[in-house]
Structures are given as C-alpha cells and as structure tokens.
C-alpha cells in the first residue's frame, strides 16, 4: 500500500497562488504514473492534472496555463503549483498515484485549499 501525504493548502485570497506537494512511500515512484484530483463540496471528484512516468503531462481544460503539474523522483514527490487562483478553485484536493501493474490508484487524504473572493 502506497502512502500519500500531501501539504501545501490554505487559505489565499482570489489572484494569490499556492503549491501542493505529495511526498510518497515507496521505491518504485518513478515508475507511478501521478495526479492531483479536486472535489468540491456537493461535487464529484474531478482530474486536474497528471504527470505520467516519462513526464508528459495532461490538464483539465479549464485549467491549462494556471496549473502546473510536476514531480521529483529523486524525492517521491509530485507538486502542483497553482496560480491565479479564483473562488472557483475551492476544494479539497487529492492526490493520487497509479502503479501500470495495478488496477486501481492509491489516494492520499486530501488538503483543503480555499480560495477567497
């Protein structure tokens, strides 16, 4: 069982920015395919962004240009540096990661970042 623990959220004001982190357990991180997922309240848990093995990248639409997913393998970790944050960013923020010889993703218990208009 992987263990996710992120940090990094808070609350800001609208236009400020905040960097999440995810540090990981494991010996074989580099080789996790990692994400950063949101869930706001009364909402579905929804991609904001993955970093696979090889370190391309994919973004929620809505989100390209202000989000910026990334990782250090050297260090277990995987960031999400966030900018210009707008009220709408309000949520709790999970990550996740995806061993290829696994079927399912392990989550880490979420950080709440809060975004004030």
């Known amino acids: 069982q992987v263990q996710l623990v992120e940090s990094g959220g808070g609350l800001v004001q609208a236009g400020g920015s905040l960097r999440l982190s995810c540090a990981a357990s494991?010996?074989?991180?580099?080789?996790?395919?990692m994400a950063w997922y949101h869930q706001a309240p009364g909402k579905q848990r929804n991609l904001v962004a993955r970093?696979?093995?090889?370190?391309?990248?994919i973004y929620a639409d809505s989100l390209k240009g202000r989000f910026t997913i990334s990782r250090d393998n050297a260090k277990n970790t995987v960031y999400l540096q966030m900018n210009n944050l707008k009220a709408e960013d309000t949520a709790v923020y999970y990550c996740?990661?995806?061993?290829?010889?696994?079927?399912?993703?392990?989550w880490g218990q979420g950080t709440q970042v809060t975004v004030s208009s």
């Open positions: 996740a990661a995806q061993n290829p010889l696994k079927l399912n993703p392990d």
């Open positions: 970093i696979l093995s090889d370190g391309s990248t």
């Open positions: 494991g010996r074989i991180f580099s080789i996790w395919h």
